[in-house]
Every structure is written in structure tokens, then in C-alpha cells.
């Protein structure tokens, strides 16, 4: 069975995002492999280890600076990996379609990835890459069992959990609880140097979405403190929240 993982390149979640004339300036910013698709990694290898997986594919869409992504999957202890070179201006629509392109052409039985990424937190891509290929989508799962043709999964649902099985291939994409991601080790991190990684130009799709600029949220205001006596501060409280918030009184 062959399992392929969508990984993406993003910014480290504790990095301190500055603006640059509309833009996300990236200068000095460590980028690393999407947490979320991380965890997809590691679902993978575990499907690989309990000898349901004979081979995991890793794919990322984007400019050279993807293959660190990729390197961290594949010293994780995926097999291969495969650089879909694109401009990392493209939108989701557009990501997803060279994304899908990739894959038709491996024809994988699983499909995994993270469901949300980091920085941009659309969650748009597998869900896209799923309908251009005609395939069946579990999203937000939290577990999975295979057996033959059918995948089992457990996600997350409003008030509880919901558990459905799909034929294979599907699409799959993970909930960040659905397992805890190995860090490589120094051995998988000299391995991953010698494994094969292909590279492929992006399938041509223009963009559904033109981002004009970025902008920070306003800075928060800084609150009041009444201090006085308890009906006097409640008067005062209720006046601010009626003349000054504007809180609608029914």
C-alpha cells in the first residue's frame, strides 16, 4: 500500500510576523514543516511500522525553499519525496490543483495530510484536492484503522465523535490530537540526505483569490479601573457600558 502526505512550508508558530509595504516581510524567519501536517507524517509512518504502508511519498507545492519540509519528513522516515514547483503566491485553488496533478500521477491508496495549515488556516487544500480527484474526504480525524480496501476513521464532530468508513483511495486529513510527531533522529537526518526527491513543475491554474495586502489587527485599547465604593463603581460601570460601549439594552 502506498500512503502520500501533502506537506506545506510554513513559519515557525512562534516567529514574530512583521509587514513590509502590505506585506508578510519573511526576513530571518525560521520556516518549518506545517505542525498539522507533521502529525500526518507521523500517521503515516505509523501505518508503515504496524506493515499496512510499503511506502510513504511526501509532495509540497511551493519554491525551493520546500525541500527543507520535505527533508524533515523523509528524516522522520518517509521513502521519497517530490518538489512540485510552484509560486508561493498561488492561492489554494490553484495548490490544490498542482497537488492533485502530483498525485494522480503516483496513484497512492491513502492520501493524508494536516487539515488546516499554520499560516493561513483556510483548510481548504484537501478538501479541494479531494473533489478534483473524484475521491472521498474524511476530515479532522483523530484516528484510523485500515483493513483491505476500507479506511475506519474517527473525527471530530459537535458534542462528541463521528466515525466513518470510506473505500480507498481517500483523502484523509488530521486533527493535530491524532498523534505526537517523532523528532528525526541524527541517523534519519544523514538517511533523508540520500533519499530520492523529484521535482515537477506546477500544472498551470490561475488563481481564484488575489490577495491585496496584509494588515496587523488595531492594537487593543487600554481598559479602565474603577476603584471606589461598590455602588459608586457599579453607577460608574453601568454608565461606560451604556454611554461609552454602547452595550443594547433589551
Request: charged fraction near 30%.
Given at each position: 500500500m502506498k500512503v502520500l502526505v501533502c506537506v506545506k512550508?510554513?513559519?515557525d508558530t512562534e516567529a514574530k510576523i512583521e509587514l513590509k509595504d502590505g506585506k508578510i516581510a519573511d526576513a530571518g524567519i525560521?520556516?518549518?514543516i506545517n505542525p498539522?501536517?507533521?502529525?500526518?507524517?507521523?500517521?503515516a509512518?505509523?501505518?508503515?511500522?504496524?506493515?499496512i504502508a510499503k511506502e510513504i511519498v511526501i509532495v509540497a507545492a511551493g519554491s525551493d525553499k520546500a525541500m527543507d519540509a520535505i527533508r524533515t519528513a523523509?528524516?522522520?522516515?518517509a521513502d521519497r519525496g517530490i518538489l512540485v514547483q510552484q509560486d508561493t503566491a498561488a492561492d489554494e485553488f490553484a495548490r490544490a490543483v498542482a497537488l492533485?496533478?502530483?498525485?494522480?500521477?503516483?496513484?497512492?491508496n491513502i492520501i493524508l495530510a494536516g487539515h488546516v495549515a499554520a499560516d493561513?488556516?483556510?483548510?481548504?487544500v484537501p478538501t479541494r484536492v479531494a473533489e478534483i480527484l473524484g475521491l472521498p474526504h474524511v476530515n479532522v480525524i483523530t484516528a484510523v484503522e485500515i483493513a483491505g480496501d476500507k479506511a475506519t476513521c474517527t473525527s471530530e464532530a459537535d458534542g462528541g465523535t463521528q466515525v466513518t468508513e470510506v473505500s480507498l483511495p481517500a483523502v484523509i486529513s488530521s486533527q493535530v490530537s491524532w498523534n505526537e510527531p517523532r523528532y528525526p533522529s541524527m541517523k534519519g537526518i544523514m538517511a533523508a540526505k540520500k533519499k530520492p526527491v523529484a521535482t515537477a513543475a506546477a500544472a498551470a491554474a490561475e488563481n481564484k483569490v488575489k490577495i491585496l495586502e496584509f494588515s496587523l489587527p488595531p492594537a487593543k485599547a487600554a481598559g479602565i479601573?474603577?476603584?471606589?465604593?461598590?455602588?459608586?463603581?457599579a453607577t460608574k460601570l453601568a454608565e461606560w457600558m451604556k454611554n461609552t460601549v454602547k452595550v443594547e439594552v433589551k
Open positions: 512550508q510554513t513559519f525560521n520556516l518549518i498539522y501536517d507533521e502529525v500526518a507524517v507521523e500517521g509512518i505509523q501505518l508503515k511500522e504496524k506493515g523523509l528524516a522522520m522516515g492533485a496533478e502530483a498525485i494522480k500521477a503516483e496513484n497512492p493561513d488556516g483556510s483548510s481548504q479601573k474603577l476603584e471606589d465604593e461598590p455602588e459608586v463603581c
